[in-house]
Structures are given as C-alpha cells and as structure tokens.
C-alpha cells in the first residue's frame, strides 16, 4: 500500500506527489514536502529505522542538495 504522508525526522511533513514529477539520479521526486524540499522515491528501511532521501531543488528542478533523514511517521 502506498505511503501518503510522511513526518520525517526534523518535523517536516511530506505528502505523495500523483501525477507527473521529476526525478533525480534515476529516482521520482515522490513526496513534496512543507519546507519546499521533495522526497526521492520510496522510504526505505535499515534495521528497525526507516529513512528517506530528501533533496532541495532549484526552480531549474536541479537538486543542489541531497541527503538522507530519519522518518519518524508514515501514513498509509
């Protein structure tokens, strides 16, 4: 089932993209975030901690800055 919003570690809330997008680095821009950032693809997990890769775009949609961040709550 598809996660629709997403609180990511640093209290930012982040809801499902539908319809077309970006990608970056072979990845869907997939959730856009309240801090104006997206979220690249799936979130994935390591053990009992899920994360996701979040990355700050320009207007041009080129990503300037990558990283990845804890996920503190997934909405199904």
Partial sequence: RQVWFLKLGDGTICSFLTGA???VSGQRLNYGCTNQNYVLGDPERQG???FAIEAKMLSSMKAVNV???SINT???
């Fill in 21 to 23: 997008t970006g990608a």
């Fill in 67 to 69: 990283f990845a961040i």
């Fill in 48 to 50: 009992e901690l899920w």
């Fill in 74 to 76: 997934m909405w199904k």
